[in-house]
């Protein structure tokens, strides 16, 4: 007994450590290589970025990145919307910039009722987008339409999202007289959303995934030859285990890229693989790595929990209060560069 308490002394104070020393290796330029771009982060709910990209948007946010950050929410996050949202609708959806007064003086959502939360959580969604280093509340797009509904069951239409986006960021490809010999263009240089697991499996989660590949797709379709604008990267889902053991994970994920890049530089360089494995040096275009890697450090962490706590308070029960104590991804996210074919 006295053999096992020294030994559990010797061992806890290592758990922290590890932990800084990790998020301190992931600030190193082996794993961040973005700067200088146009970035989107692609989200189902409000608090959806504060729940699993808080390490992330503090990462790509930090003014000596150099970047430009902004959020697109497919949904207010009204978990009980009226009979409408079971149907299609016939007109494009609306998307539009949010600002902080218009949204202050709503009764109700666009398509909720008057008990809804659509217009609480859009709000939430902007506090907590300040918190994590957006520039400012104009650069948060929310989207409020039947298309998309707030459901665990709902499988959005992934050919749906790829059509919003390609309106958003890319609008010159839908003009009939745009030439397959012209290069591809778009208004962001990276675009970052779930990957087709969803990390909790909600199938809103996991279609945001098949709209972003859909949108890299058409946006290179019959345009072989150059280089597509856009670089998707998705959050990596884990293991039930890994999801809840908080600031463990990082040195776990750390690890777990290490090893995975020593088998890449061993592998064949003509390798078919996907993109979800590789090197984490393995570049793209103007240095985008295949993964990265962002480790919130004790001050992230707690402004990631400030997001929730402070900013998203219509969603904090009791398992959410649990979810910013041991969740690993209010510490840690690794993303990978998906490989568009």
């Known amino acids: ?31 961040r290589k973005l700067r200088n771009k146009r970035i989107c982060l692609l989200i189902a709910h409000p608090d959806d970025e504060a729940m699993f990209f808080a390490p992330t948007l503090l990462g790509l946010t930090d003014p000596a990145a150099g970047n430009h950050v902004k959020i697109l929410c497919l949904s207010t996050g ?54 994590l280093g957006l520039r400012s509340t104009s650069d948060v797009f929310i989207l409020d339409s039947p298309d998309f509904p707030d459901s665990m069951a709902a499988v959005w239409d992934g050919a749906r999202i790829a059509s919003l986006l390609a309106q958003v960021f890319a609008p010159t490809l839908l003009q009939p007289s745009v030439s397959a010999s012209q290069s591809p263009e778009a208004t962001i240089d990276i675009l970052i959303t779930f990957d087709k697991h969803g990390v909790s499996g909600h199938a809103n989660h996991s279609s945001l995934y098949h709209g972003a590949v859909n949108f890299v797709r058409v946006l290179m379709r019959g345009r072989e030859g150059w280089e597509c604008p856009v670089t998707l990267y998705t959050l990596s889902s884990t293991s039930l285990l890994r999801k809840y053991i908080s600031i463990l994970d990082a040195p776990i994920t750390m690890l777990g890229a290490i090893l995975g890049s020593m088998r890449s530089s061993r592998s064949s360089s003509s390798s078919s693989s996907s993109s979800l494995s590789g090197n984490w040096r393995s570049e793209g275009k103007e240095g985008e790595t295949k993964r990265l890697l962002f480790v919130n450090s004790i001050g992230e962490y707690r402004r990631a929990q400030k997001a929730m706590t402070k900013a998203h308070k219509s969603q904090m029960r009791w398992f959410r209060w649990g979810w910013i104590v041991v969740g690993r991804y209010m510490v840690v996210n690794d993303l990978r560069r998906e490989r568009v074919v």
């Not at 800084?20 to 794993?31: D, E, G, K, M, V």
């Not at 609480?120 to 506090?127: A, C, F, G, V």
């Open 78 to 131: 009204s978990s009980t919307p009226p009979p409408i949202f079971l149907h299609h609708s016939k007109t494009p959806p609306h998307f539009h910039a949010l600002s902080p007064q218009p949204l202050r003086k709503a009764n109700k959502s666009a398509t909720g009722n008057a008990d809804s939360l659509g217009p609480i959580r859009k709000n939430e969604l902007l506090d907590s987008a300040l918190v």
């Open 1 to 31: 007994m006295h053999a096992y308490l020294t030994t559990l002394a010797l061992v806890l104070p290592l758990i922290p450590i590890l932990w800084l020393y990790t998020a301190q290796i992931a600030r190193t330029p082996s794993f």
